[in-house]
């Protein structure tokens, strides 16, 4: 591997300001941050990633879950995922996020791994991760070798014929479900992004992978307050039960009168190049009763944009049907709450 320079970053302008002499935010960039290091410190013993300045901003004072004004949350780019995922008022009102966390690596992962740090984790792609094949997210124009290739676990969602990566995370996903934002510091001051609008799709930039510039440093995530009488849910289906990422996931959060749902967010996860809001199948399930027919239906407009590889067609139907069972399961926590 390059040698590297490893600094510690004393506040939140002193990182701004050093990062921001990068070249780019994104795939290759000549600086970079360090959160947990889950992510990172992987890509560059890969030599996939090789920044010859990495700024650690772990002992920025970005770790607290404070309540805002408004009633949602305001969440430190540096909280823990395990801290998240246990906190009472995430368990309490973002059922769907602290489901999403507890889903996702392993307890020891978790314990490292950090809200910005997710926000940003890379794709699982093979190819990626591998130096000596060709892949236009790692260096642009050499091809996709996941296109007639291994493709079981790649997107069918937002794909390109540049790239078919699937954006990994769980967390993304109830965050997408949530209607997070994510507040920003840059050199220009701070912003905030609604998720919705925070990753980009491959296209033929698959290099770029959200709106960061350089210098840009996540310093929180907020959550509007919960919807009234709403419950969430995130379900899961992968190879094994535990320390693997999603084929297909599904973050849904629903509120119910009188047998219909009266309030819905969906997203999906494992089948995207970026986490997958369905307005698509929210419209089909918004107004009617959850049966099975109107559950097939919010499948078919949420897959109607599919393009599969031969290797990941069965995500098709599996993210239906996990689509499905999610929003049973949404109805089957708000039937328990009501009593
Ligand atoms: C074996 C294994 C299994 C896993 N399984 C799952 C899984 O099932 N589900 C799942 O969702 N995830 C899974 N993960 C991924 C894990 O969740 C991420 O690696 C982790 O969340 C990244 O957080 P981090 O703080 O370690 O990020 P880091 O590695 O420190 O950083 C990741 C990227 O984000 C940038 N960055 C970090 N913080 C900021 C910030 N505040 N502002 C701007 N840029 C920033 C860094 O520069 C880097 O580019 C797994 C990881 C491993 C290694
Ligand atoms: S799918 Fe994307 S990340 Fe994977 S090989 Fe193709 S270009 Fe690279």
Redesign the pocket.
């Known amino acids: 591997m390059d040698m590297f320079q490893l600094t510690r970053a004393r506040d939140v302008a002193d990182a701004v300001r050093a990062?921001a002499a990068a070249r780019t935010?994104q795939q290759g960039?000549d600086i970079?941050?360090?959160?947990?290091?889950?992510?990172?410190?992987?890509?560059m013993k890969l030599n996939v990633?090789r920044?010859r300045h990495?700024i650690d901003?772990?002992r920025l004072p970005?770790d607290r879950i404070e309540a805002t004004a408004d009633g949602g949350l305001r969440i430190g780019?540096?909280v823990?995922?395990a801290d998240l995922a246990q906190d009472p008022r995430v368990k309490r009102d973002y059922q769907v996020l602290s489901q999403?966390?507890l889903?996702?690596?392993?307890a020891q992962?978790?314990n490292?791994?950090?809200?910005?740090?997710?926000?940003?984790?890379?794709t699982?792609c093979v190819y990626f991760r591998d130096t000596a094949q060709p892949c236009n997210k790692r260096e642009p124009g050499t091809g996709c070798s996941a296109i007639g290739g291994f493709n079981r676990t790649q997107a069918i969602l937002g794909t390109s014929e540049h790239c078919i990566a699937s954006n990994?995370?769980?967390?993304?996903v109830a965050l997408m479900a949530l209607q997070a934002g994510i507040t920003?510091q840059g050199s220009g001051g701070e912003r905030s992004v609604p998720i919705g609008d925070f990753y980009t799709l491959p296209g033929d930039t698959p290099q770029r992978e959200h709106v960061?510039e350089p210098g840009?440093?996540?310093?929180a995530v907020t959550l509007p307050a919960p919807a009234a009488g709403t419950r969430s849910v995130y379900l899961?289906l992968?190879d094994r039960a535990s320390?693997?990422?999603?084929l297909a996931s599904a973050a849904v959060v629903l509120g119910m009168r009188d047998g219909k749902a009266t309030h819905v967010r969906v997203a999906l996860g494992g089948v995207g190049t970026r986490p997958w809001r369905s307005l698509e199948a929210e419209a089909v399930l918004l107004g009617n009763p959850p049966d099975d027919a109107t559950l097939r239906r919010a499948g078919e407009a949420a897959l109607a944009d599919a393009r599969p590889q031969p290797g990941n067609a069965f995500k098709v139907e599996l993210s239906k049907r996990c689509l499905a069972q999610a929003v049973r399961l949404a109805v089957a926590a708000d039937d328990a709450a009501a009593g």
């Not at 889903?103 to 392993?106: K, V």
């Not at 990994?168 to 993304?172: A, H």
């Not at 840009?216 to 310093?219: K, N, R, S």
């Open positions: 990062a935010a960039a970079r941050y360090l959160a947990g290091g889950t992510t990172l410190v992987d890509l990633e920044p990495v901003i772990s970005l780019a540096m823990r995922n999403a966390l889903a996702g690596a392993s992962l978790r490292m791994a950090t809200t910005g740090g997710n926000l940003l984790q890379r699982r990994p995370s769980d967390m993304n920003i960061l840009d440093l996540i310093t899961k992968r320390y693997e990422f999603a």
